[in-house]
Every structure is written in C-alpha cells, then in structure tokens.
C-alpha cells in the first residue's frame, strides 16, 4: 500500500495558481504590439511569439500526456501561427485543455514518474512545477521586452 504524504496545497489550489500565471501571461500577450510581438528582441533572446510558442508545446501537450501516460515527442511551433490573434486563440484552447486534463489526475498521480516528452523522467508534481517556472522565466523575458517599448506591465502579482 502505497502511502500519501501530506499536502501542502491541493490540487485545485495548484490549478489556480497555474491559471493564475497563465492569464497573466495572456495579458501581457496582449499588450505587445502586433509588429513586435513576432520581431522584437533584446541581446540575443527569441521574440515572445517564439517563446509563447515554447509554452504552447509543453503545458496543454505535457499534461495531457501525463494524464494519458503517452510520451509524445516535444514540438515547439508545429503551427505556424502569423498573428497574434491566433496565438491568443491557441492560449484560451490550452487553458481549456489543461483544465480538461487536470480534473482527471488523482493525488496519486502527482507522486507518479513520467518521461515527459520522452526526455525528462521526474514525478508529475516536478513536471508540473516545471511548466509554470519555464512560463514564469519566459514572462520575466516580455516584461523586460514591453519595458523597452515603453509599454508599461502589469504587476507580476496581478494574477
């Protein structure tokens, strides 16, 4: 018999938080100009539609695999999306599909291993933990990008 340790947060608790990242990331998705938003960059980075690409391809894709326990290749840009419209359209779909996905995990799911996208073996829980930190450094990168715009941010405890 396998033994859960005490939780700390719930599940639902978690999925808010993560949400919460998510629709601020959205509307920083929003603020950028169109123009930017594809082109823009500082030192090297990648525009933030490249980087939203990156989070597009692991959150809804890396939960649906832990649900189903299918380890899918990881595919970053596989749609070719030329408008920002679309980006935000694709971001309100895998809000939906993580929301989805995660009303079927169980407590004893978090504490299971996957080999997320086939390359990186850890429990659920890290995995998780990993889409929001990777969304969180990625968000960190457009702040400095709007401030260089001249575009004013939300606060980042805004969620």
């Not at 299918?70 to 920002?84: R, Y």
């Amino acid at each position: 018999m396998k033994t859960l340790e005490a939780q700390v947060i719930t599940s639902e608790d978690l999925l808010k938080h993560w949400q919460g990242h998510r629709a601020l990331t959205r509307r920083l998705i929003e603020l950028f100009p169109e123009k930017d938003f594809f082109e823009f960059s500082i030192g090297g980075m990648r525009p933030f539609a490249k980087l939203v690409d990156e989070l597009l391809a692991i959150a809804g894709p890396g939960l649906k695999g832990i649900v189903t326990k299918e380890t899918a290749p990881f595919s970053e840009g596989a749609e070719k999306l030329v408008f920002k419209a679309q980006y935000l359209e694709k971001w309100d779909e895998a809000t939906e599909e993580i929301n989805k996905y995660w009303e079927q995990l169980s407590i004893e799911d978090f504490s299971e291993t996957f080999n997320l996208f086939g390359q990186y073996e850890f429990p659920v829980i890290q995995n998780i933990l990993y889409f929001i930190d990777n969304e969180v450094h990625h968000r960190g990168q457009a702040y400095v990008y709007l401030r260089a715009l001249n575009i004013e941010p939300p606060f980042f405890w805004e969620r």
